[in-house]
T-cell receptor, first 111, second 115 residues
Framework: LAKTTQPISMDSYEGQEVNITCSHN???????ITWYQQFPSQGPRFIIQ???TKVTNEVASLFIPADRKSSTLSLPRVSLSDTAVYYC????????????FGTGTRLTIIP | SAVISQKPSRDICQRGTSLTIQCQVD?????MFWYRQQPGQSLTLIAT?????????ESGFVIDKFPISRPNLTFSTLTVSNMSPEDSSIYLC????????????FGPGTRLTVT
């Protein structure tokens, strides 16, 4: 499975747009990119998944360049409740496959 | 979406004893997974549990230490055997997503402290 590299931590102010970049240089042709969010004392929660270009849902956008060697999770207008650890995963497209979690990015939102 | 519950939510155990963690899902699912998350660390997959077959363990995890049962499509147990302080972690189960592609649902976790 492709290894991912993310910043260990990030800080941002409330109301700002936050972009978290993940590097995955060895991504395979059939790999998808998935992001999870984890709050303290909870299990991870799926945020978004994409293969290429841009994907947007009700909580985030995912930008994937043409070479797919990196991806950027974009959180619009963050609030204090967005303080969490964000994990970038690379692998199969389906939820019935095992997940390999990297170190994650600890995002802290400052009032 | 699936709702997953785990029991116990936390426990403090003495070294050398065993603890069985239960994972209950409100829907029938084929694939269930068990993860370990050590304090301040990321999640590591322990094993994959399919109903009707033996669990498949990841490198570094063995059945004698972490026996798993999967008696039906809504339930699984993970036992942490002969515990040592190094087993102090959060243990989480997850199931395959029933909605969006690529999504897994995670339980709230069981926080285990071994003294």
């Amino acid at each position: 499975l492709a290894k991912t590299t993310q910043p260990i931590s990030m800080d941002s102010y409330e109301g700002q747009e936050v972009n978290i970049t993940c590097s995955h240089n060895n991504i395979a042709t059939n790999d998808y990119i998935t992001w999870y969010q984890q709050f303290p004392s909870q299990g991870p929660r799926f945020i978004i998944q994409g293969y290429k270009t841009k994907v947007t849902n009700e909580v985030a956008s995912l930008f994937i360049p043409a070479d797919r060697k990196s991806s950027t999770l974009s959180l619009p207008r963050v609030s204090l409740s967005d303080t969490a650890v964000y994990y970038c995963l690379v692998g199969g497209a389906f939820g019935n496959e095992k997940l390999t979690f990297g170190t994650g990015t600890r995002l802290t939102i400052i009032p | 979406s699936a709702v997953i519950s785990q029991k116990p939510s936390r426990d403090i155990c003495q070294r050398g004893t065993s603890l069985t963690i239960q994972c209950q899902v409100d829907s029938q699912v084929t694939m269930m997974f068990w993860y370990r998350q050590q304090p301040g660390q990321s999640l590591t997959l322990i094993a994959t549990a399919n109903q009707g077959s033996e669990a498949t363990y990841e490198s570094g995890f063995v059945i004698d230490k972490f026996p798993i049962s999967r008696p039906n499509l809504t339930f699984s147990t993970l036992t942490v055997s002969n515990m040592s302080p190094e087993d102090s972690s959060i243990y989480l189960c997850s199931v395959e997503g029933l909605g969006r592609m690529g999504e897994q649902y995670f339980g709230p976790g069981t926080r285990l402290t071994v003294t």
